[in-house]
């Protein structure tokens, strides 16, 4: 958790590195480059990659030096703690895992395993019984085999089976803790303080020629031991603990002791019968109600975050009844001063904010149109700023699309029609025909419905020139045509006119 709060401050590798944000965990160090570590100070490793830093000179006063004592960091500094867990106690556990005992309640078991072995296989090496402490096992010298740690009841491996070799750690197994090492140039070891809750087996994972395994272990004094008698020693009823609570109902219990017979000395509760140990003998105490005093909840979320907001908790006079039982009475009960239920926060002043106008009206004032509205950089008390001063990637927006009504749909509007484009007889004139929105701007002919679209040409006849007398109207001699242009009714034509002039001229007339 110490690491874990540099995890949102930006760090920079070197003094050329860019800052970034790195995950911290702890970092305890690894063999052979601890001797400039400090325990007590905050090492952390930045996750996914390969270096740490000192975050802090110390961690928090009362965190463990390291993971294999009771010892703490007060100040930046180790102090020892006893098995008794009290701060600068020289108290050790004993063999027998005993807090200040002297061992001579168990006894230790030792033996050394050389017998050759058959290479690629697994062979036994001793099997630790249940209730056993202070296990150490270890090759005699460095090899290629394996320790190998299983089940005395069953298959199952805790450690190195199936031929899977674990990285060297701890194994929380049988109801203890199994260091197993592995250094690059020792024999291997495994090492658990006890007591096993199972019996287990050691076994030898053999790669080539068996150099030899030791193995130690105590195992508890039982009371039918051929060295001790059942006589010799028998349980006790000692003084009541202390009351649990001081009032609304507390229990004290009978302190049930192993005792020798001869000297009526304390001993471990092995040399003892089990089957013989008295019921535990428990007593209500101080049932009486306690005075009334203060009770508070948890202080409320600020009421903002800036500009001066405020934390509310509920205070109130409370009685306890029992253990699981209380209940509210009036204030004037309550002989000391009442906890505030009030305090202010978030007191710092608030970042410039984006402030925005009213929306303008809609325009145009049918179909799609733009509205728009004043976006300003404002103070928290209501000065106005430059635009640079808020954050420009949360600037509300100043124009926005909108539609008030339905127009009058488009329609065809048509121009005057033009003169009629033959010289005399029939021709054609022409008009302008366009598609128009209700306010006149011109529109793609696809708006408007082409069913109902204006004719743009329609046909037309202009009067024909009378020839004048003075020139002749003749037929010209050097063409035959004249009776195909008078059929297809070329004559309004000037070209042909005048080629078969008598031809049209007849026609007119007629």
Not at 42 to 54: E, H, M, P, R
Not at 241 to 259: L, P
Not at 289 to 302: L, T
Request: hydrophobic share 25%; proline share 6%; net charge positive.
């Amino acid at each position: 958790m110490q690491c874990s709060e540099y995890d949102d401050k930006k760090f920079a590798r070197l003094p050329t590195s860019k800052p970034r944000y790195y995950k911290w965990k702890p970092y305890l160090g690894r063999k052979g480059r601890r001797d400039n570590l400090n325990s007590c100070a905050l090492n952390c490793l930045a996750v996914g990659t390969k270096f740490f830093v000192q975050r802090s000179p110390q961690v928090v006063d009362g965190t463990r030096c390291n993971k294999a004592s009771l010892d703490i960091c007060i100040n930046g500094k180790c102090h020892p703690v006893g098995c008794d867990r009290l701060l600068n106690s020289n108290m050790r556990m004993d063999k027998c895992q005993i807090c200040g005992g002297d061992g001579g309640t168990c006894e230790t078991t030792r033996g050394r395993v050389d017998r050759a072995m058959e290479h690629g296989t697994y062979q036994e090496v001793v099997t630790i019984p249940a209730g056993a402490t202070s296990i150490h096992v270890h090759e005699s010298k460095l090899s290629g085999s394996f320790l190998a740690l299983k089940s005395a009841n069953s298959r199952k491996y805790y450690i190195n089976g199936q031929w899977k070799i674990l990285w060297p750690t701890s194994f929380n197994i049988v109801g203890t803790m199994f260091r197993y090492k592995r250094p690059t140039n020792e024999a291997e070891s495994l090492y658990a303080p006890g007591p096993t809750t199972e019996p287990v087996t050691v076994m030898l994972l053999v790669q080539e020629e068996n150099h030899g395994v030791e193995f130690e272990f105590s195992t508890p004094i039982m009371a039918n031991s051929s060295m001790h008698h059942a006589a010799s020693f028998r349980w006790s009823i000692g003084q009541w603990s202390a009351c649990s609570a001081t009032c609304a109902g507390g229990e004290k219990v009978a302190v049930i002791e192993c005792r020798k017979s001869d000297d009526d000395s304390v001993v471990s509760e092995t040399f003892c019968n089990p089957d013989l140990k008295p019921t535990q003998k428990r007593q209500s105490c101080n049932t009486e109600r306690c005075a009334p005093k203060w009770s508070h909840g948890d202080w409320s979320e600020c009421s903002q975050t800036c500009n001066g907001g405020v934390k509310h908790r509920l205070v109130t006079c409370m009685v306890q009844i029992t253990a699981h039982e209380s209940e509210s009475v009036d204030e004037s009960h309550c002989m000391t001063h009442k906890p505030v239920s009030e305090i202010p926060c978030g007191t710092n002043m608030c970042p410039p904010q984006w402030v925005t106008s009213v929306w303008s009206k809609c325009m145009p004032e049918c179909g799609p149109g733009i509205q728009t509205r004043e976006v300003t950089c404002m103070t928290s008390n209501s000065g106005r700023v430059p635009d640079n001063r808020c954050d420009r990637s949360q600037r509300p927006a100043s124009r926005r699309s909108c539609d008030n009504k339905r127009c009058p749909p488009p329609s065809w509007v048509t121009g005057a029609w033009g003169e009629c484009n033959g010289e005399c007889g029939r021709g054609q004139r022409m008009r302008s025909v366009r598609c128009e929105s209700f306010n006149g701007h011109v529109l793609s002919r696809t708006h408007c419905n082409a069913a109902l679209k204006p004719n743009s040409h329609e046909q037309c006849e202009k009067k024909c020139g009378v020839v004048t007398v003075n020139e002749p109207c003749e037929d010209a001699h050097t063409v035959s045509y004249c009776p195909l242009v008078l059929k297809f009714k070329f004559c309004t034509r000037q070209y042909f006119r005048q080629m078969c002039c008598r031809t049209c001229m007849n026609n007119s007339q007629g």
